[in-house]
């Protein structure tokens, strides 16, 4: 079962991701961001559970590479709407 948690984990991504696109249009408020912590901490939880190899790795690297593209989008924003 642990072999496989490297795999749900990156299903889990997807599977939010989905949820949100068919959300599109609708008024939910804030229950995005509720969905989005609880898909990205599920997925968490399941890579580092997960037995150590390529999917691991992988689902590893997805949730490290998610927050810092957002968060280098955020600052090249601010910087470009900056008058520098």
Partial sequence: MRKYLGIVSILILI???LILQA???KQIGHLWVLIIVTGYLASAIASWYSKSGF????????LIVLPL?????????IFGMSDF
């Fill in 15 to 17: 599977a939010t991701y």
């Fill in 23 to 25: 959300l599109v249009g």
């Fill in 55 to 62: 999917w691991r790795k992988a689902s590893a690297t997805i």
């Fill in 69 to 77: 593209g957002y968060l280098v989008i955020i600052a090249l924003f």
